[in-house]
T-cell receptor, first 109, second 115 residues
């Protein structure tokens, strides 16, 4: 079963920042926070991951709270192509991923 | 393209037939995973390999399912005596090593339709 909690759906206006929250209530010390997304009919796509510090790459930024119990994925300027289901995980990465239902993000023109 | 590839992308078969899917991971990735995704649900783990050794199998992997990774490179997933409930997207992923912080990279999937 998925160990994280996410809202089922969110909308975001095109060009605005999309902030997707995730609760990691049972995260342990050696587990990373991972984010993936799945665009309709495609395989899941890795976005970003982090352990304790905030991270940024060409796709997104990841904010992890100090207690590591929650994280936020930030897409700084959402486009229509960012419409997808977004999944967060907390685990070591080497183990199989437990997908929950994720957050369905709809970017609105 | 050096990503994970899967073949075929689509497969339509009749109930009772056997099907085999292939996954080619990213070169030199030691771990290879299989997942299944049904309509409207997130992917569910089936099994994974560390090189050629199959280390874990989900309870979803009934005895009609078998997976191999004979030389630690590509992998095959076979479903025998297919049932309509086997209709799903079958996803393969690979990761470079078995350490914390590794990332799994997914292929495009094979969509199976059992008539």
């Amino acid at each position: 079963d998925a160990k994280t909690t996410q809202p089922p759906s969110m909308d975001c206006a095109e060009g605005r920042a999309a902030n997707l929250p995730c609760n990691h209530s049972t995260i342990s010390g050696n587990e990373y926070v991972y984010w993936y997304r799945q665009i309709h009919s495609q395989g899941p796509q890795y976005i970003i991951h982090g352990l304790k510090n905030n991270e940024t790459n060409e796709m997104a930024s990841l904010i992890i709270t100090e207690d590591r119990k929650s994280s936020t994925l930030i897409l700084p300027h959402a486009t229509l192509r960012d419409t997808a289901v977004y999944y967060c995980f907390d685990q070591t990465g080497a183990n199989n991923l437990f997908f929950g239902t994720g957050t369905r993000l709809t970017v609105i023109p | 393209d050096t990503g994970v590839s899967q073949d075929p992308r689509h497969k339509i078969t009749k109930r009772g037939q056997n099907v085999t899917f292939r996954c080619d991971p990213i070169s030199e990735h030691n771990r290879l995973y299989w997942y299944r995704q049904t309509l409207g649900q997130g992917p569910e783990f089936l099994t994974y390999f560390q090189n050629e050794a199959q280390l874990e199998k989900s309870r979803l992997l009934s005895d009609r399912f078998s997976a191999e990774r004979p030389k630690g490179s590509f992998s095959t997933l076979e479903i025998q005596r297919t049932e309509q409930g086997d209709s799903a997207m079958y996803l393969c992923a690979s990761s470079p090593r078995a350490i914390s912080g590794d990332t799994q990279y997914f292929g495009p999937g094979t969509r199976l339709t059992v008539l």
